[in-house]
C-alpha cells in the first residue's frame, strides 16, 4: 500500500461545479496537508496548508483533513476553466526540514 | 510563502554531457531545499534533501554521484546531472520549506 493515495482520474466538469478532490494516507504520523495546483509544465502552487484536523476556507477552496479516517479533501465551489489543472495532495510529518509525500495528482477539466 | 526562481526553464543536451540546474529562494533563507522530479502524469517524486554547508541526503535509488547536489549558500541550492542519458530526460523541480513548501517553476530536461 502507497503512503499516500489518489484518483488520478481524469475529472472532467462543466463550468459552476462543485468538484470534490480526495487522498487517503496510512501513515498516522502525517501531520501537515497541503493541496498543490500544477499547471502542465510549471511547478505545483501552493493552494491550501493545514495542520491536524479540521475544515479550512480560502475563498472559492475548502480543505478538509479526517485524521481518525486518514482521509483529506478539497473543495472547489463555483469552479472555473481556469481551475483547469492537476491537483496534488501532499503531506508530512514535520513542518520543519521533513520531506512531503505526494498523491499521484488528479486532472481537473473545467469546461464552459 | 517563499519565492523560488529555478533556471532554466528547459534545456536540451546531447546523451554524455552534464547538466546544471539552479534553485534560488529570492527572500528567504533557507537551510533545506528539496530536489524533485517528475515523469509525464506521474508525481513528484523526491530525489534529495539540500542542506546549506553539508552534504545532500539523497533517497533510496537515486545516484548521489549522477546527480551532484550543492547548496553552498542559504539562497542557492544547485543540481547537477552528470553524463546525462536520454533515461534522466524528465521534469526537475525544486523546493524551499518555509510557511509551507515553495516550489520553483521547474525545469525540462531533454537529453538526446
Known amino acids: 500500500q502507497k503512503e499516500v493515495e489518489q484518483d488520478p482520474g481524469p475529472l472532467s466538469v462543466p463550468e459552476g461545479a462543485i468538484v470534490s478532490l480526495n487522498c487517503t494516507y496510512s501513515n498516522s504520523a502525517f501531520q501537515y496537508f497541503m493541496w498543490y495546483r500544477q499547471y502542465s509544465r510549471k511547478g505545483p502552487e501552493l493552494l491550501m496548508y493545514?495542520?491536524?484536523?479540521g475544515n479550512k476556507e480560502d475563498g472559492r477552496f475548502t480543505a478538509q483533513v479526517d485524521k481518525s479516517s486518514k482521509y483529506i479533501s478539497l473543495f472547489i465551489r463555483d469552479s472555473q476553466p481556469s481551475d483547469s489543472a492537476t491537483y496534488l495532495c501532499?503531506?508530512?510529518?514535520?513542518?520543519?526540514?521533513?520531506?512531503?509525500?505526494f498523491g499521484k495528482g488528479m486532472k481537473l477539466t473545467v469546461n464552459p | 510563502g517563499a519565492v523560488v526562481s529555478q533556471h532554466p526553464s528547459w534545456v536540451i543536451c546531447k546523451s554524455g554531457t552534464s547538466v546544471k540546474i539552479e534553485c534560488r529562494s529570492l527572500?528567504?533563507?533557507?537551510?533545506?531545499m528539496f530536489w524533485y522530479r517528475q515523469f509525464p502524469k506521474q508525481s513528484l517524486m523526491l530525489m534529495a534533501t539540500?542542506?546549506?554547508?553539508?552534504?545532500?541526503?539523497?533517497e533510496q535509488g537515486v545516484e548521489k554521484d549522477k546527480f551532484l547536489i550543492n547548496h553552498a549558500s542559504l539562497t542557492l541550492s544547485t543540481l547537477t546531472v552528470t553524463s546525462a542519458h536520454p533515461e534522466d530526460s524528465s521534469f526537475y523541480i525544486c523546493?524551499?520549506?518555509?510557511?509551507?513548501?515553495?516550489f520553483g517553476s521547474g525545469t525540462r530536461l531533454t537529453v538526446v
Open positions: 523546493s524551499v520549506q518555509g510557511f509551507g513548501y515553495t
Open positions: 539540500s542542506n546549506e554547508g553539508s552534504k545532500a541526503t539523497y
Open positions: 501532499a503531506m508530512s510529518e514535520g513542518g520543519g526540514s521533513e520531506k512531503l509525500v
Open positions: 527572500d528567504f533563507q533557507a537551510t533545506t
Open positions: 493545514t495542520y491536524s484536523s
